[in-house]
């Protein structure tokens, strides 16, 4: 029987447990996550409001509840605190590091720290109950807002902002964002590009949700969709449908609306101006495209007013004590999957998913991505099977002073969940912080 331990139960943790108990009937999985809850980003990073992706949470679940398979949530690898990866990787037969990319790319522009400027990942973790995250009064005394990046992320912060409490209420979304999110004077939001509408990251579907917001009108420049010269017939078709939107939006007559999402382009940040303490807006430095698929600065600017700025402009991994790391690239080094230390393939350590590739596709490529690990590993297990590790794991967990949460665990945090929904007349309802969380997972 070979043991392997999958760091990381979102989607690439799972189809990597997936992989390996479909492929090898002697594979035992324990999928370890620092959090109680399962399913990473898809119950972390998904907006409240797009059930559909949230429904993939169904596949992993099945994942997760196969005989072979065992979830330990609360689990911390690496770091202050955490089980230090040497003595996890002598635990058990191979490790699988699948822990993401837990950080966001910064601007690097003046006045990036002032209070009201924030990562959208840090807005996302808010309202998407994750146990970290703190309300810090995002939207307190907010009138307009600038969302820096226009990728799907940036799409969803956008959406979230200009969202009514009637939309909100049947989501999963925890009752005090959503009353933060109905109690808002926000009235407008700039969603800002560097490059032009063909260069934009969102997908088409995500894209068009906006023009369907009740109460909510979307303006485009036209002069900016000018400036991008680009022949439409020529762009992968994902790309010209967006541009085709774009375009129909901007040709739209005015009309009256309580909100406003504004979508600008060719605009790159350069200082986030203070006003009051806080940030009052955002000086853009208008650009033009370099025709080498790039732009190049112009020397006016133009100031935004917002006294809440969210950058969106893509994820970035972080070191985990105790493994190699990447700086350049925020990944994890290795070959076909196999971690490499000083070049060499270290025997039993692996990697899938952000942290191995970095932060990009969609879902669905932690698929191929977790198969190539897989393989690796399965060719590796003659190898790795003689060594000795303990019968159960979680033995040695407990006596390094972890007590992990079990699968009942995490059913309870779910029924809890549930019932306050019930209480509040909502469907379900997240618990967002780690002691009621906690007290969930260990009712009987």
């Given at each position: ?19 390996l ?13 620092r ?11 998904v ?30 690898v690496?770091?202050?605190g ?12 191979a ?66 902002l200009?969202r ?13 964002a ?28 995500e ?5 369907g ?5 979307v303006?485009?420049?036209?002069a ?9 017939g ?10 085709e ?5 901007a040709?739209?007559?005015?009309a ?8 600008r ?13 806080r ?11 370099d ?6 600065g ?24 105790g493994?190699?790391f ?10 076909e999957?196999?971690v ?16 191995k590739?970095?932060p990009?596709g ?17 060719a ?27 699968w ?22 997240k ?6 969380l ?7």
């Open positions: 029987m070979l043991r392997v331990a999958v760091v990381g139960s979102g989607p690439s943790g799972c189809y990597t447990a997936q992989g108990v479909q492929r090898d009937p002697g594979v035992h999985v324990d999928v370890l996550d959090l109680p809850c399962p399913y990473g980003l898809v119950r972390y990073g907006a409240p409001d797009h059930e559909k992706i949230k429904s993939l949470q169904n596949s992993l679940r099945s994942v997760l509840e196969h005989e072979r398979v065992r979830f330990l949530g609360g689990v911390r690496g770091g202050p955490g089980l230090p990866v040497e003595r996890l990787r002598e635990l058990y037969h490790v699988v590091y699948c822990v993401g990319a837990a950080t966001d790319r910064r601007l690097g522009v003046p006045g990036e720290e002032l209070p009201g400027s924030w990562s959208a990942t840090e807005f996302v973790s808010w309202y998407s109950a994750h146990p970290d995250a703190a309300d810090a009064g995002f939207l307190r005394g907010v009138r307009s807002a600038v969302v820096i990046g226009v990728g799907n992320v940036a799409v969803d912060v956008a959406r979230m200009v009514g409490a009637a939309e909100l209420r049947p989501t999963d979304i925890p009752q005090a959503l009353d933060t999110l109905a109690a808002s004077g926000l009235t407008e939001v700039h969603m800002v590009g560097r490059r032009g509408p063909a260069q934009a990251r969102f997908t088409t579907k894209l068009r949700e906006l023009g917001l009740p109460g909510t009108e303006t485009v420049d036209k900016e969709l000018a400036l991008d010269t680009t022949d439409a020529t762009l992968p078709a994902g790309q010209r449908r967006n541009v939107v774009l375009r129909g939006w040709t739209q007559p005015s009256a609306a309580a909100r406003r999402i504004r979508l382009f060719f605009l790159r940040p350069v200082e986030l101006l203070e006003a009051g303490g940030v009052g807006a955002v000086r853009f430095e208008r650009t033009v495209p025709d080498q698929g790039g732009v190049t112009t020397g006016r600017y133009e100031d935004v007013p917002a006294q809440l700025v969210l950058r969106s402009v893509g994820y970035r991994g972080v070191p985990l004590a493994l190699p990447d700086p350049a690239n925020g990944t994890i080094p290795h070959h999957g196999r490499l230390r000083d070049g060499e393939p270290s025997p039993g350590e692996y990697v899938a998913g952000w942290i590739r970095g990009t969609v879902i669905g490529t932690n698929r191929p991505c977790a198969k190539e690990t897989v393989t690796s590993l399965l590796d297990a003659p190898a790795l099977g003689r060594a000795e590790v303990p019968a159960d794991p979680v033995a040695a967990l407990r006596a390094a002073g972890v007590e992990p949460v079990p009942n665990g995490w059913l309870g945090i779910e029924r809890a969940e549930a019932e306050l929904g019930v209480r509040l007349g909502r469907s379900v309802v618990l967002s912080d780690w002691d009621t906690l007290a969930a997972a260990r009712l009987p």
